[in-house]
């Protein structure tokens, strides 16, 4: 059974930092694509970030670009979202996911894509 847990959330001020991790179990994730969703009260949830545990190839949104990233550390099977200049419109509950292997056909924007989430966590920009 996959269990992915977020943690990292929190307040913090525009222009702020945080580092959300995803620490994931269950399985030997080397085939896996790891993704980050957020959803925001009364939107949908959108695409943020992912990647492929093997090889480490990275997607991102158009609007984290240059402030997000992503990686993977291998030894500890976490997944992190380093967040830097964050705005207030990045305040959501952010989720992680994890798409099993082969990644053929994966489309790591596509939440639908995924068939493991995990259960968020806060971040909130104040301005």
């Known amino acids: 059974q996959v269990q992915l847990v977020e943690s990292g959330g929190g307040l913090v001020q525009a222009g702020g930092s945080l580092r959300l991790s995803c620490a994931a179990s269950?399985?030997?994730?080397?085939?896996?694509?790891m993704g980050w969703f957020r959803q925001a009260p009364g939107k949908e949830r959108e695409f943020v970030a992912a990647i492929r545990w093997s090889g480490g190839t990275t997607y991102y949104a158009a609007f984290v670009k240059g402030r997000f990233t992503i990686s993977r550390d291998n030894a500890k099977n976490t997944v992190n979202l380093q967040m830097n200049s964050l705005k207030p419109e990045d305040t959501a509950v952010y989720y992680c996911a994890a798409k099993p292997g082969p990644l053929t056909y994966y489309r790591p924007s596509n939440d639908r894509t995924y068939d493991y989430w995990g259960q968020g966590t806060q971040v909130t920009v104040s301005s």
């Open positions: 269950g399985r030997t994730f080397s085939s896996y694509a």
